[in-house]
Nanobody
Framework: QVQLVESGGGLVQAGGSLRLSCSASGRAFSSYAMAWFRQAPGKVREFVAT????????YYKDSVKGRFTISRDNAENTVSLQMNSLKPEDTAVYYCAARFGPKVFLATGRDANYWGQGTQVTVSS
């Protein structure tokens, strides 16, 4: 069993930055691919970024490439999402998710084994 707890959301002006963090309980954190998804009001949940268990590989949604960076610290059981140059369309609830498998990505919600409770990110124009 893995429990995920997100933090770091908030209100920021367009062009600003936020850093989201997700803390994971349980063992063998490095055996899980981790990802961030988001859901804006009235829209379906969408993939944002993912990182493999070792942290060696990452993959991003096209619209966040060059602005967002996903990283992980397996010694601390945490995964982070650094978000720069934020835009109003980045406004959403951001969720951390985990998928068992050390050499896979997590890019679709149905593949996730665990979810966090979400943290709100609001970008004002």
């Amino acid at each position: 069993q893995v429990q995920l707890v997100e933090s770091g959301g908030g209100l920021v002006q367009a062009g600003g930055s936020l850093r989201l963090s997700c803390s994971a309980s349980g063992r063998a954190f490095s055996s899980y691919a981790m990802a961030w998804f988001r859901q804006a009001p009235g829209k379906v949940r969408e993939f944002v970024a993912t990182i493999t268990g070792s942290g060696a590989s990452t993959y991003y949604k096209d619209s966040v490439k060059g602005r967002f960076t996903i990283s992980r610290d397996n010694a601390e059981n945490t995964v982070s999402l650094q978000m720069n140059s934020l835009k109003p369309e980045d406004t959403a609830v951001y969720y951390c998710a985990a998928r068992f498998g050390p050499k896979v990505f997590l890019a679709t919600g149905r593949d996730a084994n665990y979810w966090g409770q979400g943290t709100q990110v609001t970008v004002s124009s």
